[in-house]
């Protein structure tokens, strides 16, 4: 087992590197100029505040160059400093974590928590009326892009009928009083009501697919013929689907997870523009906006640190589901 944790992250760490030039080259090659961004607002900015600018940043260097630096610099977890904001891009992208990752979390939560018994209950009731439909209303949020399904809700349930809000993790303020002067309970009350929309909007997808996942995958279990023999023990239908059928899809499903859940933390940049939430999508939209350079880097080696970290925990977790499996 220790040797091959030691060899996938070693395989981890030169794909990482790989990601990361690959991401450094296509900012540093795209088209426009950070530093005439910057002088935009000044109508008496000249050449040589434009080349201050610009050695200030180390833009002078070759893209080589600043790569090796870039590289070196995150050894000691150095991400550099925003140009945007000009402080620390940790804590620049420490600040959007959390609207991002509660978001992620609850829904993936509900996704899983509703796909599992819809998808097993689907899959013995194949062919049943439940299972007839659910297929169409999963079929239909899965077609549907989450951004229509959030243009509804803010058409209809924020701006037409004004039962939720629309934007922001929390009000300024609730009937004159400001939102940091609200009891607990009050701030705890006015965030749960901002976060229905959004989170509804992340679920959706996942619950479409994980449900039909679970689905398929328990179909092709129940025709093996090991549930068959047990069947034929005399174990009761619940004991069959619930302890020997539905573990032997926990695989396939495990793994759906160790690629998706990367993508719910790292944010939804159509989502969070929609529902100005200030969360990493919108933060990465607005670094791209602003060729940001570190933050984006920043961005990057996150996403894909955490996509290999979640791949690796979920081949591991393989093991704990399936002890017939070894990493030997």
Same mark, same amino acid.
């Given at each position: 087992?220790?040797?091959?944790?030691?060899?996938?992250?070693?395989?981890?760490?030169?794909?990482?590197?790989?990601?990361?030039?690959?991401?450094?080259?296509?900012?540093?090659?795209?088209?426009?100029?950070?530093v005439e961004l910057m002088l935009q607002s000044n109508e008496n900015a000249?050449?040589?505040? #434009?080349?201050?600018?610009?050695?200030?940043?180390? !833009?002078?260097?070759?893209?080589?160059?600043?790569?090796?630096?870039?590289?070196?610099?995150?050894?000691?977890?150095?991400?550099?400093?925003?140009?945007?904001?000009?402080?620390?891009?940790?804590?620049?992208?420490?600040?959007?974590?959390?609207?991002?990752?509660?978001?992620?979390?609850?829904?993936?939560?509900?996704?899983?928590?509703?796909?599992?018994?819809?998808?097993?209950?689907?899959?013995?009731?194949?062919?049943? /009326?439940?299972?007839?439909? *659910?297929?169409?209303?999963?079929?239909?949020?899965?077609?549907?892009?989450?951004?229509?399904?959030?243009? @509804?809700?803010?058409?209809?349930?924020?701006?037409?009928?004004? /039962?939720?809000? !629309? *934007?922001?993790?929390?009000?300024?303020?609730?009937?004159?009083?400001?939102?940091?002067?609200?009891?607990?309970?009050?701030?705890?009350?006015?965030?749960? &009501?901002?976060? @229905?929309?959004?989170?509804?909007?992340?679920?959706?997808?996942?619950?479409?697919?994980?449900?039909?996942?679970?689905?398929?995958?328990?179909?092709? @279990?129940?025709?093996?013929?090991?549930?068959?023999?047990?069947?034929?023990?005399?174990?009761?239908?619940?004991?069959?689907?619930?302890?020997?059928?539905?573990?032997?899809?926990?695989?396939?499903?495990?793994?759906?997870?160790?690629?998706?859940?990367?993508?719910i933390l790292g944010g939804s940049v159509i989502l969070e523009n929609m529902?100005? /939430?200030?969360?990493?999508? &919108?933060?990465?939209?607005?670094?791209?906006?602003?060729?940001?350079?570190?933050?984006?880097?920043?961005?990057?080696? *996150?996403?894909?640190?955490?996509? !290999?970290?979640?791949?690796?925990? #979920?081949?591991?977790?393989?093991?704990?589901?399936?002890?017939?499996?070894?990493?030997?």
């Amino acid at each position: 087992m220790l040797n091959y944790i030691i060899r996938r992250l070693l395989i981890g760490l030169v794909t990482l590197v790989g990601i990361t030039f690959v991401t450094f080259l296509t900012i540093g090659l795209a088209p426009g100029d950070v530093v005439e961004l910057m002088l935009q607002s000044n109508e008496n900015a000249t050449l040589e505040d #434009a080349e201050r600018i610009r050695k200030s940043l180390g !833009l002078d260097q070759g893209l080589g160059t600043r790569y090796l630096k870039w590289l070196g610099s995150i050894l000691t977890l150095d991400f550099g400093e925003s140009f945007l904001t000009n402080e620390p891009v940790t804590s620049y992208i420490g600040d959007h974590i959390w609207p991002t990752a509660s978001v992620g979390i609850i829904s993936l939560a509900c996704a899983f928590l509703l796909s599992i018994p819809i998808g097993i209950y689907s899959a013995v009731r194949e062919g049943g /009326w439940f299972d007839r439909c *659910m297929s169409t209303i999963l079929y239909m949020l899965y077609s549907v892009p989450s951004y229509v399904i959030g243009m @509804v809700l803010i058409l209809y349930i924020s701006l037409k009928f004004d /039962w939720l809000p !629309l *934007m922001g993790m929390n009000s300024d303020s609730i009937d004159g009083v400001p939102y940091k002067e609200l009891s607990l309970f009050e701030q705890f009350t006015d965030s749960a &009501r901002h976060y @229905v929309l959004i989170t509804i909007c992340f679920t959706a997808g996942s619950l479409a697919y994980y449900s039909r996942f679970v689905r398929q995958n328990l179909l092709e @279990v129940v025709r093996q013929d090991y549930i068959r023999t047990a069947r034929a023990k005399g174990l009761s239908e619940r004991r069959v689907i619930i302890h020997h059928a539905f573990r032997n899809t926990l695989i396939p499903f495990i793994s759906l997870l160790g690629l998706t859940l990367p993508f719910i933390l790292g944010g939804s940049v159509i989502l969070e523009n929609m529902f100005a /939430w200030p969360g990493i999508g &919108r933060l990465y939209i607005e670094s791209v906006y602003a060729r940001d350079l570190p933050t984006i880097m920043g961005l990057n080696f *996150m996403t894909a640190s955490l996509v !290999l970290f979640f791949t690796l925990l #979920a081949d591991l977790a393989y093991g704990l589901v399936d002890p017939r499996i070894s990493h030997d």
